[in-house]
C-alpha cells in the first residue's frame, strides 16, 4: 500500500521566491511564484503557507522539504538544503527526460549545465559576479525603454534592424540604451540588440563547456522569446522551455525530497 504524502521544493531566489508541491506520482499538485524582496526568511515562511492552502494542505502533509536557492538557509522548516545546480539540473529532466544541457538565467545569475546521458551533473559553469546577462540586466533596461518585462520578448521578434550593444555592463549598456533612444532607434531594435547582449555571455559559456543538445532553458528569462530566438540562432540549435521556466528548481527540489525521503 502506497503511504499518501506529498513534498516540498522551495526555492529562494535573488529576485523571486518559488514554491512546488508534488504528489507520490512525481505530478505537481500546487505552484507558487512571490517577490523574494529583502526578508528572505520572512518570503519562505508565506510562500510554503501559501503554496500549500492553495490546494488545501497544511505543513503537516509535506513528508520532506528541500530548499534551494540564493536564500536556501533561511528555508527553518526545510530538511535539506541543496544546490541550485542539482535542482535546476533536476528539474529540467522532469520536464525534457531526454536533455543534455541547461541554460538557467535568474534575477542576478546565469548558469550552463552539462548532462551525461543519465541525466548526472557533469560540469558547470557559473556567472553571479555581475548583473550583466541576467534578468536584472533586462528589468534595468525595460525600466529606461519604459516597458514591462512581458512586453520585451514581443518587440524583440518585430525588430527589422537590430542594432549592437557593445557592452554587457548594465551601466555602460544603459548608457548606450538611452543614446539609442535619443538617436530615435526603435524600440523593437534596441530590444534585439540586448537580447543579442545577453546571448553572447551565455554562448561563451556554453562553448566553454562543449554542452551537447537536447538544450533546455529555465529561469525567469526563458520567457522572454526574443532571448530565446537570439539563444537559438548562436547555438544553432533548438532551445526548449517548459511552460513555467521559473519554477524549474522548486520542481528538481520537490523530486529530490521524494527521493530523500524514501531513505529515511
Same mark, same amino acid.
Given at each position: 500500500?502506497?503511504?499518501?504524502?506529498?513534498?516540498?521544493?522551495?526555492?529562494?531566489?535573488?529576485?523571486?521566491?518559488?514554491?512546488?508541491?508534488?504528489?507520490?506520482?512525481?505530478?505537481?499538485?500546487?505552484?507558487?511564484?512571490?517577490?523574494?524582496?529583502?526578508?528572505?526568511?520572512?518570503?519562505?515562511?508565506?510562500?510554503?503557507?501559501?503554496?500549500?492552502?492553495?490546494?488545501?494542505?497544511?505543513?503537516?502533509?509535506?513528508?520532506?522539504?528541500?530548499?534551494?536557492?540564493?536564500?536556501?538557509?533561511?528555508?527553518?522548516?526545510?530538511?535539506?538544503?541543496?544546490?541550485?545546480?542539482?535542482?535546476?539540473?533536476?528539474?529540467?529532466?522532469?520536464?525534457?527526460?531526454?536533455?543534455?544541457?541547461?541554460?538557467?538565467?535568474?534575477?542576478?545569475?546565469?548558469?550552463?549545465?552539462?548532462?551525461?546521458?543519465?541525466?548526472?551533473?557533469?560540469?558547470?559553469?557559473?556567472?553571479?559576479?555581475?548583473?550583466?546577462?541576467?534578468?536584472?540586466?533586462?528589468?534595468?533596461?525595460?525600466?529606461?525603454?519604459?516597458?514591462?518585462?512581458?512586453?520585451?520578448?514581443?518587440?524583440?521578434?518585430?525588430? %527589422?534592424?537590430?542594432?549592437?550593444?557593445?557592452?554587457?555592463?548594465?551601466?555602460?549598456?544603459?548608457?548606450?540604451?538611452?543614446?539609442?533612444?535619443?538617436?530615435? %532607434?526603435?524600440?523593437?531594435?534596441?530590444?534585439?540588440?540586448?537580447?543579442?547582449?545577453?546571448?553572447?555571455?551565455?554562448?561563451?559559456?556554453?562553448?566553454?563547456?562543449?554542452?551537447?543538445?537536447?538544450?533546455?532553458?529555465?529561469?525567469?528569462?526563458?520567457?522572454?522569446?526574443?532571448?530565446?530566438?537570439?539563444?537559438?540562432?548562436?547555438?544553432?540549435?533548438?532551445?526548449?522551455?517548459?511552460?513555467?521556466?521559473?519554477?524549474?528548481?522548486?520542481?528538481?527540489?520537490?523530486?529530490?525530497?521524494?527521493?530523500?525521503?524514501?531513505?529515511?
Amino acid at each position: 500500500m502506497i503511504e499518501l504524502g506529498f513534498f516540498a521544493g522551495i526555492d529562494i531566489g535573488s529576485q523571486t521566491s518559488k514554491a512546488v508541491i508534488i504528489n507520490e506520482q512525481k505530478e505537481i499538485v500546487s505552484r507558487w511564484i512571490l517577490k523574494t524582496g529583502a526578508d528572505a526568511r520572512g518570503v519562505a515562511e508565506k510562500i510554503f503557507e501559501q503554496v500549500l492552502s492553495h490546494v488545501g494542505l497544511s505543513k503537516k502533509d509535506v513528508t520532506y522539504c528541500v530548499g534551494t536557492g540564493y536564500g536556501r538557509a533561511n528555508i527553518p522548516y526545510a530538511d535539506k538544503q541543496i544546490t541550485e545546480i542539482t535542482c535546476h539540473a533536476k528539474g529540467a529532466l522532469y520536464f525534457f527526460p531526454g536533455a543534455r544541457s541547461v541554460i538557467d538565467v535568474g534575477g542576478q545569475d546565469s548558469k550552463v549545465i552539462k548532462l551525461d546521458k543519465n541525466g548526472k551533473v557533469l560540469d558547470f559553469s557559473m556567472n553571479e559576479k555581475c548583473a550583466a546577462g541576467t534578468g536584472r540586466f533586462l528589468e534595468v533596461m525595460a525600466q529606461v525603454l519604459e516597458i514591462t518585462l512581458a512586453e520585451m520578448g514581443r518587440l524583440a521578434l518585430q525588430s %527589422t534592424n537590430k542594432i549592437h550593444i557593445s557592452n554587457t555592463c548594465t551601466v555602460f549598456a544603459e548608457s548606450e540604451v538611452i543614446s539609442q533612444i535619443h538617436a530615435g %532607434t526603435p524600440k523593437s531594435d534596441i530590444i534585439a540588440g540586448l537580447c543579442e547582449a545577453i546571448v553572447s555571455r551565455l554562448k561563451n559559456q556554453a562553448h566553454r563547456l562543449k554542452i551537447t543538445r537536447p538544450v533546455v532553458m529555465t529561469g525567469g528569462v526563458a520567457r522572454n522569446e526574443g532571448v530565446v530566438r537570439a539563444l537559438e540562432e548562436a547555438l544553432s540549435c533548438e532551445i526548449l522551455v517548459p511552460e513555467e521556466p521559473q519554477i524549474a528548481g522548486a520542481v528538481g527540489a520537490a523530486l529530490l525530497a521524494k527521493e530523500l525521503s524514501a531513505k529515511l
